[in-house]
């Protein structure tokens, strides 16, 4: 059914990234960012990242409470020098987080977030089928919640668990072997996909305006709260991991270009956990980028293209 005149009318004018709202005069920054393709993410995934940013509770929640968030966190780093291991509440932890996000979280902050697992899973499920090692020597656990209610399952440590079990279980196997990770003869792409699963209809209520940058800041003190410092200091450490990551990926397709995207790293010089926010959020940019070139080299080679666009010889082999 076509729309109306009116109603296709009104339909841009509420869409902030519909280019017929673009003025010369007063261009708006995140319809540029929008429009730009420099980073191979997924259009629902960085539609829903502008939409946070572009946000209330980002330009004004974010910046008036960060500074009480601050002041919250380092008392809580103090506590846990005293009490490193007690409370230990990971179970009420994963339920706060479940009830804060379904109370306070937008649609788009929930979206990206159960999203994020899903990626993360699709990323380590490549490496494990292209690493050139027996595949049942690396055990993780695939994580791809569909609801928040989801969540509850230890989701959130179980993904830092994955990726260190990941690294070391990987290393292990190369050394026993004697190998170093190299291009295999054709590059399995079979487990990525789109990540379009059947998520829940995330609640839109009057309350569910908070964007993921800020939700993001609010639950970080509390996860170091309510973990163990170590524990928290393990999920703080994963954040710079995605460098290494990248290295691991750039040795199996030959080419290091997706590493231009690649920001959150440097894991062997450690940064603070009061940083941990904005490395998070960071964290599931790079792995959004990692996750779209991929998927950009999978149509590459489902069509019988070079995966390296500068090599018109190609990289590994296709077929």
């Given at each position: 059914?076509?729309?109306?005149?009116?109603?296709?009318?009104?339909?841009?004018?509420?869409?902030?990234?519909?280019?017929?709202?673009?003025?010369?005069?007063?261009?708006?920054?995140?319809?540029?960012l929008?429009?730009?393709?420099?980073?191979?993410?997924?259009?629902?995934?960085?539609?829903?990242?502008?939409?946070?940013?572009?946000?209330?509770?980002?330009?004004?929640l974010?910046?008036?409470?960060?500074?009480?968030?601050?002041?919250?966190?380092?008392?809580?780093?103090?506590?846990?020098?005293?009490?490193?291991?007690?409370?230990?509440?990971?179970?009420?932890l994963?339920?706060?987080?479940?009830?804060?996000?379904?109370?306070?979280?937008?649609?788009?902050?929930?979206?990206?977030?159960?999203?994020?697992?899903?990626?993360?899973?699709?990323?380590?499920?490549?490496?494990?089928?292209?690493?050139?090692?027996?595949?049942?020597?690396?055990?993780?656990?695939p994580?791809?919640?569909?609801?928040?209610?989801?969540?509850?399952?230890?989701?959130?440590?179980?993904?830092?668990l994955?990726?260190?079990?990941?690294?070391?279980?990987?290393?292990?196997?190369?050394?026993?072997a004697?190998?170093?990770?190299?291009?295999?003869?054709?590059?399995?792409f079979?487990?990525?996909?789109?990540?379009?699963?059947?998520f829940e209809?995330?609640?839109?209520?009057?309350?569910?305006?908070?964007?993921?940058?800020?939700?993001?800041?609010?639950?970080?003190?509390?996860?170091?709260?309510?973990?163990?410092?170590?524990?928290?200091?393990?999920?703080?450490?994963?954040?710079?991991?995605?460098?290494?990551?990248?290295?691991?990926?750039?040795r199996?397709?030959?080419?290091?270009?997706?590493?231009?995207?690649?920001?959150?790293?440097?894991?062997?010089?450690?940064?603070?956990?009061?940083?941990?926010?904005?490395?998070?959020?960071?964290?599931?940019?790079d792995?959004?980028?990692?996750?779209?070139?991929?998927?950009?080299?999978k149509?590459?080679?489902?069509?019988?293209?070079?995966?390296?666009?500068?090599?018109p010889t190609?990289?590994?082999?296709?077929?």
């Amino acid at each position: 059914m076509r729309l109306s005149d009116s109603d296709d009318t009104a339909q841009w004018k509420t869409d902030p990234f519909d280019t017929r709202r673009y003025d010369a005069h007063d261009p708006d920054p995140w319809l540029a960012l929008y429009l730009d393709h420099s980073l191979p993410i997924d259009p629902q995934a960085k539609r829903a990242l502008l939409l946070g940013a572009r946000s209330w509770s980002r330009r004004w929640l974010f910046p008036v409470s960060r500074p009480l968030v601050f002041l919250f966190f380092c008392v809580v780093k103090v506590l846990r020098a005293i009490s490193p291991r007690y409370p230990n509440l990971n179970g009420l932890l994963h339920r706060s987080i479940h009830l804060g996000l379904r109370t306070f979280g937008s649609p788009e902050c929930n979206t990206l977030i159960l999203r994020h697992f899903h990626v993360g899973t699709e990323l380590l499920a490549f490496l494990k089928a292209n690493a050139g090692v027996d595949s049942a020597l690396i055990k993780t656990v695939p994580l791809k919640p569909l609801t928040l209610k989801d969540l509850e399952d230890n989701v959130f440590l179980q993904h830092d668990l994955n990726i260190f079990n990941f690294i070391i279980e990987l290393n292990m196997a190369l050394r026993a072997a004697g190998k170093e990770i190299t291009p295999p003869e054709r590059v399995d792409f079979s487990m990525l996909s789109d990540i379009e699963p059947p998520f829940e209809t995330f609640p839109t209520g009057p309350l569910n305006r908070i964007d993921i940058q800020t939700a993001v800041e609010f639950y970080t003190p509390l996860y170091a709260l309510m973990l163990p410092r170590a524990d928290f200091m393990r999920a703080s450490h994963s954040l710079q991991l995605d460098e290494i990551v990248g290295i691991y990926i750039g040795r199996i397709l030959g080419t290091d270009y997706h590493m231009h995207f690649v920001k959150n790293g440097h894991p062997l010089v450690t940064l603070s956990t009061l940083q941990a926010g904005f490395r998070l959020m960071m964290h599931g940019l790079d792995c959004e980028a990692m996750h779209g070139w991929l998927r950009v080299l999978k149509a590459r080679q489902e069509a019988g293209l070079p995966l390296d666009p500068r090599d018109p010889t190609g990289g590994p082999e296709l077929a």
